[in-house]
């Protein structure tokens, strides 16, 4: 339909030409509401953003944890990630546990070996030790 005659249509009904998409040669229009239109357009992008919004969870490691301990945690991150979730493991330190700083940076890779073989996972932050211990944050691939 031509243009003109499709605004002289719209506006005999007292609505709006509204250009639904412009990719496609001609581009297509419909005649509506604008108001509603864009109404409804914010409510579908509202609902895409509640489905797409992500926390982030923190798993707490302590300098003395067990092997098994550790296992548990990973099962705990396992399902944080499944939610869509990103993680951030932290282990504090204290007192001469800070002195001990390889020991502790191999108690999180093993957490991290055991997160892996459960889900496969990327590092967002890489290791990073900071003045209470060690932090780093983790998504699913």
Known sequence: MNIFSAIDLAKSKSLDLIQVTEKVEPPVCRIGNYGKYLYSLKKKEKKIHIKTKTELKEIRIGFNISPHDIEVKSSQAEKFLKDGNKVKVSMFLKGREKAMGELAKKKVLFFLENTDK??????????????????MIISRK
């Open 118 to 135: 459960l889900i496969p996972i990327k590092t967002e932050r890489e290791l990073k030790r900071e003045p209470k211990g060690f932090t």
